[in-house]
């Protein structure tokens, strides 16, 4: 059974390509590179990618500090005192 596209059996005809016109595959960056080339690559490729953050600036940084501190000891009290709660229960059910 086929359809518009083809099917399992019969492959596209795009697909298909003859030998003579199958390409080899060089390998891109990674190449003919051996080990160190390719850290070298990785280590160029890290600082291209950090040269595209946008960093916090100061006032920002500390904006989300205070508000990250501000939330860890909101749940560190709530917390404390289910757990206090929770204890004086068990002591409660189990004498």
């Known amino acids: 059974m086929t359809d518009a596209v083809g099917s399992i059996?019969?492959?596209d005809a795009q697909d298909e390509l003859p030998e003579?016109?199958?390409k080899a595959r060089k390998g891109g960056k990674r190449g003919?590179?051996?080990p160190l080339g390719r850290l070298a690559l990785f280590y160029r490729q890290i600082v291209a990618e950090l040269r595209k953050?946008?960093?916090p600036t100061r006032h920002q940084l500390t904006t989300y500090t205070t508000v990250?501190?501000?939330?860890?000891?909101i749940m560190i009290g709530l917390?404390?005192?289910i757990d206090y709660g929770l204890s004086h229960v068990a002591k409660y059910v189990f004498g």
């Open 32 to 34: 003919k590179k051996g």
């Open 79 to 81: 917390v404390t005192v």
């Open 53 to 55: 953050v946008v960093w």
């Open 68 to 73: 990250v501190i501000v939330f860890v000891v």
């Open 20 to 22: 003579s016109q199958k």
């Open 9 to 11: 059996d019969m492959p």
